[in-house]
């Protein structure tokens, strides 16, 4: 299904010249960015990368074209080149989308499209449009950035004008196959096991996203609730120089999330929660030398949320704060903090122009639930840690 909705979006695209009246009648815009980062920690390397002795492999580089053909029709593509550690070092396509508007009340997308859920995934992958550089991790994963921003299938969009004294409402409903590449990080404790999965895992998902813009200027409230179906794959299982191959299933998610934000002036704050309910990896080898070994059921049930607020200091300064925090529920109680993760934040982005700005930033994280693996840290991990992040951007 993936790649005939992505086909279809790059045979629109590429078959617009040819029945529009001309360029100028497709409003055609261009626009993208590219990002490089510095990570540094005082304990654990994070994130895949060699972060303790200080590491530059963070590199982000986006372009996207979108043309209008019709009134109502408006399609689009956009690419990346990501790197970040081991997660990744490719050209990926983030979206590739057809969206047509009904009218000012309804409209659907289709293609590969951005998930709609909690407050700022569709803004996850323009970083000039904020100010932290990296989102709060309990509920914007920045290891599986790719996987959860967007899916194949399709969105519903429309808002309803309520009185002045009720405000406004808008909802989203989606539906399609998500897809886990065999490198995201959502497998990274799998990988580290000997479990290798080729070819990701896969499953169809749908969700909902209501957001009710309150009478008080600037404030809203936002509920989303997701499900995600089984996602199923094969792997391959290295152990004491024996391989097995066999199947993989992470079982289904129920997903509610809950927000609130408000916007004034120079000023933001907002508050988000959610949580995965309890689910499990499911790993049952099929072929290899026998006895087989068993490999366990490992359930998961994180709990997250966050608070932030920014402040425009000028108008090229804007300061901002945010803890955020994931803990696992099913997980056993230690000391070593690997069930949670508290991460305290202080970010600060200068803007030198419309085109250029920097970041710098400031995590003190507690715990190893979350941003962490086995393999950058094989002298074990640290139970806290403090990140410093440098980040230079252009954009046009």
């Given at each position: 299904m993936k790649r005939?909705?992505?086909?279809?979006?790059?045979?629109?695209?590429?078959?617009?010249?040819?029945t529009a009246q001309s360029l100028e009648d497709l409003n055609i815009q261009i626009h993208g960015y590219a990002t490089q980062g510095f990570l540094y920690t005082t304990n654990n390397n994070i994130l895949t990368t060699n972060s303790s002795t200080g590491s530059p492999d963070w590199t982000d580089a986006v372009v996207n074209l979108t043309a209008q053909p019709l009134p109502k029709l408006r399609v689009g593509v956009q690419a990346r080149y990501f790197l970040l550690g081991s997660y990744s070092n490719q050209f990926l396509i983030d979206w590739a989308a057809a969206d047509y508007k009904v009218n000012e009340k309804f409209g659907v997308r289709f293609g590969k499209v951005k998930t709609p859920a909690s407050l700022f995934n569709e803004i996850l992958d323009i970083d000039p449009g904020y100010i932290w550089s990296i989102m709060p991790q309990g509920v914007y994963t920045l290891s599986s950035r790719e996987s959860f921003l967007a899916h194949y299938g399709g969105v519903t969009y429309g808002k309803v004008n309520l009185s002045k004294s009720a405000g406004k409402l808008n909802?989203?409903?989606?539906?399609?196959?998500?897809?886990?590449?065999?490198?995201?990080g959502f497998l990274l404790p799998s990988a580290e096991k000997g479990i290798v999965v080729p070819n990701g895992v896969n499953g169809w998902m749908g969700g909902a996203h209501l957001a009710w813009q309150l009478p008080i200027p600037g404030a809203k409230v936002g509920a989303t609730y997701a499900y995600q179906a089984p996602r199923t794959g094969t792997f391959n299982y290295t152990t004491k120089g024996l391989t097995y191959t066999g199947n993989m299933v992470r079982s289904e998610i129920k997903n509610p999330d809950y927000y609130g934000q408000y916007e004034s002036g120079k000023f933001m704050a907002a508050a988000e929660w959610e949580r995965k309910a309890t689910y499990y990896e499911i790993d049952t080898i099929t072929a290899g030398a026998t006895?087989?070994?068993?490999?366990?059921?490992?359930?998961?049930?994180?709990?997250?949320?966050?608070?932030?607020?920014?402040?425009?200091?000028?108008?090229?300064?804007?300061?901002?704060?945010?803890?955020?925090?994931?803990?696992?529920?099913?997980?056993?109680?230690?000391?070593?903090?690997?069930?949670?993760?508290?991460?305290w934040d202080i970010s600060a982005?200068?803007?030198?122009?419309?085109?250029?700005?920097?970041?710098?930033?400031?995590?003190?994280?507690?715990?190893?639930?979350?941003?962490?693996?086995?393999?950058?840290?094989?002298?074990?991990l640290k139970p806290t840690t403090t990140l410093t992040i440098f980040k230079a951007g252009v954009s046009f």
């Open positions: 005939l909705l992505v086909g279809a979006i790059a045979l629109a695209l590429g078959a617009i010249p040819a909802c989203w409903t989606w539906i399609g196959e998500r897809v886990i590449a065999s490198n995201d006895p087989f070994p068993t490999l366990a059921k490992i359930p998961t049930d994180p709990h997250m949320w966050y608070a932030m607020a920014t402040y425009k200091v000028t108008g090229k300064l804007t300061a901002g704060v945010y803890d955020s925090q994931w803990v696992n529920r099913s997980a056993a109680l230690s000391t070593s903090g690997a069930r949670f993760s508290k991460d982005r200068y803007d030198i122009n419309e085109f250029l700005y920097v970041k710098a930033e400031e995590h003190f994280i507690d715990g190893t639930g979350l941003v962490y693996d086995t393999n950058m840290n094989l002298g074990g």
